[in-house]
């Protein structure tokens, strides 16, 4: 890649978008120009799933060796962490994020890449007992096809890989639309799949606006699974339009994920990770725990204690060494939590601290100060919505049942934590959460090997785990008769 506005990836080769049309990224730290790239148009797109259908109907990667297919994506990750500093630096300029996080991100990115290489020959199928000796009955998983794929800006290249390395292990074409925001590690992705060699036409990129240039990977006739993660709203116009077409559908959307604190836990242990939970990277994690759910008994400590703490945070850029947190990603982003706090108040919740922009220091950015709502009810607009920013809702309860039924009391259903140092209340409560994800006495860590993912309205289907490899792939059922024979079912009248 030679020139920064042929962004674009198609065939093999990398262009600028057919209209001549750009696009420049800004940092929202602080606006300063990141970089110039190339804007798709829908004809770009069209080429891109035409060159992603041909490719994948040639069979130039499905029918490499599944182990070749691994052997690449173990390349990737080491591709990952010899240009570390270049994808860490370029991720914290799009998102604002610190550098120290970005880098963790590589990390989990490599992990990824490197767990599908591992797996990728580890998913032969499985032979069935027909009860019949002459027969051999065997379920294999081919690849699906062409798969559409479409990402956020909180995690870019993170929920990207979730896509690209189980896609490629299992023997697919795609096309991915990063968030118009954040593009420059997905392009800098591609540009390692390119140089290890994956064959012209297998990865697509097309960068740009959601309306025109993600729209046609979720309805166009040639896309077979469309794998999507992002917001509630988007969730449904894409899960509507693959209906249409009767396409695999991947869904990872928002969450509202309540934090569960009982009276006998850690106490120290608990209010650090209700912190974290919260407020790391501005509470910009789908599964962010911004629903404290506290004791009775303990609660007004607690809650004494965790504003304390939150008036602490430091808020600043990705090189800024002081800084604990960044900013958020735009200023519309910023007006919509703005709101999203006031309605809150406005409902009835209390504000403990926070609720505004940050001092002078922070004017050039979208910086959104650590926020705690307390006394809150179920209703409140605050509890009910994803704000998506570092805003923590508190509500208090009594009894196991009660607290149950509260964490349980959402539309979504992503993650939670729950704090105890009893280990039946641990296991009676993480069981009866209808969350994706569970933690208990933590907050956070996540596992290449464990599935991720939704249930309710937080998403359709996994990513990560077997399950994420088994969501590239079709199951067929091959029976063949090693002795064919004549039925009889319709008898020979002449
Ligand atoms: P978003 O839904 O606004 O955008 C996500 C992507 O969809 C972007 O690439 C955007 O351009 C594209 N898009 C927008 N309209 C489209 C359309 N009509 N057709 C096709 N594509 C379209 O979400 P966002 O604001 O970028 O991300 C934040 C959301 O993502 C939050 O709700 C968060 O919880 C969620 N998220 C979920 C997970 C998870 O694992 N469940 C992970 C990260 C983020």
């Not at 909180?154 to 639309?177: E, Y």
């Not at 990560?464 to 059922?477: F, I, N, R, S």
């Amino acid at each position: 890649m030679t020139d920064p506005t042929a962004t674009l990836y198609i065939d093999g080769a990398w262009v600028p978008s057919s209209t001549g049309e750009t696009r420049t990224v800004t940092c929202p730290a602080d606006q300063r120009e990141v970089g110039v790239v190339s804007e798709a148009s829908g004809e770009d797109v069209e080429r891109a799933i035409l060159a992603a259908r041909r490719a994948f109907e040639s069979r130039v990667w499905a029918d490499e060796p599944a182990s070749a297919r691994g052997d690449l994506l173990l390349k990737v990750a080491d591709q990952l962490q010899e240009r570390k500093d270049e994808f860490a630096r370029a991720e914290a300029l799009d998102t604002g994020k610190r550098l120290v996080e970005a880098e963790g991100d590589m990390d989990d990115i490599t992990a990824c890449f490197r767990y599908f290489g591992k797996i990728a020959d580890q998913h032969p199928g499985r032979l069935i007992d027909a009860g019949d000796d002459s027969v051999i009955s065997r379920v294999v998983h081919e690849p699906i096809g062409v798969c559409g794929m479409i990402t956020p800006w909180n995690f870019p290249l993170l929920q990207a890989s979730w896509k690209i390395a189980p896609a490629i292990a299992a023997g697919n074409s795609f096309v991915i639309k990063p968030a118009e925001l954040t593009p420059h590690t997905t392009v800098l992705i591609i540009d390692v799949l390119d140089r290890l060699g994956l064959p012209a036409g297998v990865a697509n990129l097309v960068l740009g606006d959601g309306g025109v240039v993600g729209a046609p990977l979720s309805s166009h006739p040639e896309i077979d699974l469309v794998s999507f993660t992002g917001g509630l709203v988007t969730g449904r116009k894409i899960a509507g339009a693959a209906a249409q077409g009767i396409k695999k559908v991947a869904l990872e959307l928002g969450g509202k994920n309540p934090n569960v604190v009982f009276a006998d836990a850690d106490y120290e242990a608990a209010l650090d990770n209700a912190l974290n939970a919260g407020f790391m990277d501005s509470g910009l994690l789908c599964s962010a725990g911004t629903r404290l759910i506290v004791q009775d008994t303990i609660a007004e400590r607690f809650v004494d204690d965790l504003v304390a703490r939150a008036e602490g945070i430091v808020m600043g850029g990705p090189f800024d060494q002081k800084a604990e947190t960044g900013p958020l990603i735009s200023q519309q982003h910023r007006d919509k939590v703005t709101d999203y706090v006031r309605r809150g108040v406005e409902a009835g919740a209390r504000l403990r601290i926070g609720g505004h922009w940050g001092g002078p220091e922070h004017e050039q950015g979208f910086f959104y100060a650590p926020t705690v709502l307390d006394r809150c009810t179920s209703e409140n607009p605050a509890v009910v919505e994803e704000g998506f920013g570092p805003v923590i809702t508190v509500e208090t309860f009594s009894t196991e049942a009660e607290a149950i039924a509260i964490a349980n009391d959402t539309e979504y259903g992503l993650a939670g934590g729950v704090w105890t140092s009893d280990s039946g209340t641990a296991n009676r409560v993480s069981r009866r959460l209808r969350h994706g994800t569970i933690w208990v006495n933590d907050y956070h860590p996540y596992l290449p090997q464990a599935e991720w993912g939704g249930f309710k309205m937080s998403g359709v289907g996994r990513e990560l785990g077997a399950t994420g490899l088994e969501e590239y792939t079709e199951a067929k059922h091959i029976y063949e008769n090693t002795e064919p024979a004549v039925t009889g079912w319709f008898p020979r009248t002449s």
